[in-house]
């Protein structure tokens, strides 16, 4: 999916954290969009969630399995799956990562990261990759037991059977559309975090405005305090307080989405676009784009003209039909 700065997120506030990059990207249209999409399509639960959150999320989505609804309402059952929940986020922090539990349903969950940091993750699951059998459910009855349920084995028993069944080609092919989306939401992170805060103070706003306006020329700390009329020390400390980013790392931030911009037009190449965005090296713009993109520019582009190609030849099939 490509990235595009007018793409509408909620303006973050100035002391963003990565809960609260998540918490906009919550609010946000594109996400609501795409997760009622999905769960419409797969009839699966789908939530974004900032790392750490364990208050086993897929429970308050609509489209919650009834027998995962069921198991939660035992402490220590609750606490079973939260354990996992928590495995389940140690273990995806490089990628998507799928898990079973003991009753033999499976969640994933897909990070979403800004450069090298997680900032949350896409879930999903309480879905079975084969048919129930009358022997797995006496089998999951009796853990349930012995972790205190109170709940009527008649009563779980509809609700196991219910439970939906997919193969696992088709699991993993979900999965793998989470990771592509996951792939956007965090493109949108890092614009999230370059935004102009709804309140914040004049000097900031000013300060702001003077690197979006120079931020392709050689650009210093001092440049910018200089401009909005501080001294570069507290100049220094109030850009940090407010936009929780040194000033080298927002203005680092602005020019790759300025080069991500760029990169759209095919006929740019890559260098013409980093030295257009103010890099004053290869070697330095490679090793930023990597660290806040996530990925190698090179790459970035090849996977942003494919998705457009695709995009074309979908709409000219679409319309030759």
Do not use: W
């Amino acid at each position: 999916m490509q990235s595009n700065i007018s793409t509408p997120v909620p303006a973050a506030p100035a002391d963003d954290s990565g809960a609260d990059v998540i918490a906009h990207l919550q609010r946000s249209e594109v996400f609501r969009d795409y997760q009622k999409a999905f769960e419409t399509t797969f009839g699966l639960p789908l939530v974004l969630r900032a790392t750490g959150s364990f208050n086993s999320p897929l429970h308050g989505s609509k489209k919650a399995n009834a027998f995962c609804s069921l198991m939660a309402r035992t402490n220590k059952s609750c606490a079973a799956c939260l354990q996992m929940q928590e495995r389940v986020e140690q273990e995806a922090i490089f990628g998507a990562k799928t898990m079973q539990c003991f009753a033999g349903l499976h969640e994933s969950a897909v990070p979403v990261r800004v450069g090298a940091k997680v900032l949350g993750y896409l879930q999903t699951g309480q879905v079975l990759l084969q048919a129930p059998t009358a022997a797995n459910f006496r089998s999951t009855i009796r853990q349930l037991t012995q972790l205190g349920s109170t709940v009527a084995p008649s009563v779980l028993k509809a609700a196991y059977f219910q439970t939906r069944v997919v193969t696992k080609q088709q699991y993993d092919a979900i999965v793998n559309l989470l990771s592509i989306f996951a792939q956007h939401l965090s493109a949108l992170s890092n614009q999230v975090m370059v935004q102009q805060a709804t309140a914040e103070a004049p000097v900031i706003a000013r300060a702001r405005a003077h690197i979006a306006a120079h931020y392709s020329e050689i650009l210093t700390l001092r440049d910018v305090a200089r401009a909005v009329n501080t001294s570069a020390f507290y100049f220094c400390k109030l850009f940090k307080r407010a936009t929780d980013l040194t000033f080298t790392d927002y203005l680092a931030r602005v020019r790759v989405e300025a080069v991500k911009e760029m990169l759209l037009n095919p006929h740019t190449r890559v260098s013409e676009a980093a030295y257009a965005a103010g890099f004053q090296s290869l070697s330095q713009f490679n090793r930023v784009f990597r660290r806040i993109a996530g990925e190698a520019p090179s790459p970035y582009r090849d996977r942003l003209h494919l998705s457009a190609s695709a995009g074309s030849t979908s709409g000219f099939s679409q319309r030759a039909a």
